[in-house]
């Protein structure tokens, strides 16, 4: 049984929508699907799997639900604490990560490119989901707006000025969240993005290592303004917010 199936079945056999930890925690139990390095099912995992299934699955926020399941709107109950347990990992397993669709539309102006998502971010299925990350704090401050309290509404603060966000790592080893523990990525199809965008004028890097991976992979085109901007990673303890917002600012300067 492949991951995908074994989440369908999970999902017709609960009769209701599960978040991606509950789906993870049900499936490490009862091993419909194993891993071939014999590591533990992992929240992101999920999500990356029922993306590839958009006419089976669909997903609000970390809650998935199976498409046309009468059942699927209704809210997920609260998951119980899952009782503590130790695995053996193997020496050569790999933590194997994939990352997020881009946010953006026709009229993306800046493109901000992070690595990948961490941990939490993945868990929720949000770009920038850690609740220290200062991304979406850095910008509602430098457009002058409220913090938005959704999601959605963080995408629409976006997309209102024009802002577009996606990472440099298509998917790639990571144990943990750090930057600095990337191994063996593989790079988006930045170049294809930067084809279809024909208003992008701006592309920024949150933070050193975005910069590092997009020129081992990627030339910087002539037409483009491409900034370096201080991680918004809870990492980066080094900057203070009124000086990381005043470097942030440059991405609307010409």
């Not at 690595?115 to 401050?141: A, C, Q, V």
């Not at 930067?194 to 081992?216: C, M, P, Q, Y």
Request: glycine share 6%; aromatic share 10%.
């Amino acid at each position: 049984m492949t991951l995908h199936q074994a989440i369908e079945k999970l999902l017709r056999q609960t009769g209701r929508p599960m978040t991606t930890q509950q789906i993870a925690d049900e499936l490490n139990k009862n091993k419909w699907y194993q891993k071939k390095d014999g590591s533990t099912i992992q929240a992101f995992q999920i999500y990356g799997r029922i993306r590839n299934y958009a006419d089976i699955f669909d997903r609000d926020g970390s809650t998935v639900f199976l498409i046309g399941q009468p059942t699927t709107k209704t809210k997920a109950p609260t998951a119980k604490k899952p009782t503590a347990i130790k695995h053996l990992v193997k020496v050569n397993s790999t933590y194997s990560k994939a990352s997020f669709d881009p946010i953006s539309n026709s009229d993306t102006a800046i493109l901000i490119l992070g690595t990948m998502p961490g941990d939490k971010s993945l868990e929720l299925g949000e770009y920038y989901g850690h609740p220290r990350n200062r991304f979406w704090k850095i910008i509602s401050t430098i457009t002058n707006n409220e913090l938005p309290l959704t999601y959605s509404d963080k995408k629409e603060l976006l997309l209102k000025f024009k802002i577009g966000i996606w990472d440099i790592a298509h998917k790639a080893n990571r144990k943990g969240s750090l930057d600095s523990a990337i191994e063996d990525e593989e790079p988006n199809d930045l170049d294809d993005f930067i084809a279809r965008h024909k208003n992008l004028k701006v592309i920024g890097f949150n933070g050193t290592k975005s910069e590092t991976l997009f020129d081992k992979y990627f030339d910087r085109k002539s037409g483009l303004k491409y900034v370096y901007l201080p991680s918004t990673s809870p990492a980066n303890t080094g900057i203070d917010f009124d000086n990381i917002c005043k470097l942030w600012r440059q991405i609307f300067t010409k």
